[in-house]
T-cell receptor
Framework: AQSVTQPDIHITVSEGASLELRCNYS??????LFWYVQSPGQGLQLLLK??????LVQGIKGFEAEFKRSQSSFNLRKPSVHWSDAAEYFC?????????????FGAGTRLAVHP | GAVVSQHPSRVICKSGTSVKIECRSL??????MFWYRQFPKKSLMLMAT?????????EQGVEKDKFLINHASLTLSTLTVTSAHPEDSSFYIC??????????FGPGTRLTVL
């Protein structure tokens, strides 16, 4: 069955430190992969996506992610975290099921940023 | 970028009443819309997928008679929570997409059933 695993439920980093959020997926076909960010009480904002091509993907707000097929991973990174990056981050895989393209989400990682 | 709106953003209702939530794609025509439910500090759970003019496809375990979905046009889908109970309290999020692009998400609706 298709699934997305985000091993880290909660991460705390200091402002200015680097960040890596882990994501592993399980899907038999070529995956479409996404990272979304959600601020409290808000909807989801797309940070970046991978469909094909270059496995290192650049997104908004200085984020990037690298697709590693051999590890079934799509980890999100940022070289220097800002206090405004504190939020919930969701990794998702796009699958084709039941006649539709759907998104399956991971459980999310809550990021806290210390000043 | 594409904008998806939801109305209302927050609703409080009494147990036993029905609540309708609207999802609109403001600047594009969405062939497919999705409804998600998010419990506190939890991930998004896909409830159903709908295409304009056809019946929604519900995910396993989702009661279609309780969560009525109507995709009336290419820019509007509605979710009606019928005979709401406190356990239906949740954050409901819709998304809309056109073929070839990723889905765009609405801001969500916070439902509280007293």
């Amino acid at each position: 069955a298709q699934s997305v695993t985000q091993p880290d439920i909660h991460i705390t980093v200091s402002e200015g430190a680097s960040l890596e959020l882990r994501c592993n997926y399980s899907y038999g076909a070529t995956p479409y992969l996404f990272w979304y960010v959600q601020s409290p009480g808000q909807g989801l904002q797309l940070l970046l996506k991978y469909f094909s091509g270059d496995t290192l993907v650049q997104g908004i707000k200085g984020f990037e992610a690298e697709f590693k097929r051999s590890q079934s991973s799509f980890n999100l990174r940022k070289p220097s975290v800002h206090w405004s990056d504190a939020a919930e981050y969701f990794c998702a895989v796009g699958i084709f099921s039941g006649g539709y393209n759907k998104l399956i989400f991971g459980a999310g990682t809550r990021l806290a940023v210390h000043p | 970028g594409a904008v998806v709106s939801q109305h209302p953003s927050r609703v409080i209702c009494k147990s036993g009443t029905s609540v309708k939530i609207e999802c609109r794609s403001l600047d594009f025509q969405a062939t497919t819309m999705f409804w998600y439910r998010q419990f506190p500090k939890k991930s998004l759970m896909l409830m159903a997928t709908s295409n304009e003019g056809s019946k929604a496809t519900y995910e396993q375990g989702v009661e279609k008679d309780k969560f009525l979905i109507n995709h009336a046009s290419l820019t509007l889908s509605t979710l009606t929570v019928t005979s709401a109970h406190p356990e239906d309290s949740s954050f409901y999020i819709c998304s809309a997409r056109v073929p070839g692009l990723e889905p765009f998400f609405g801001p969500g609706t916070r439902l509280t059933v007293l």
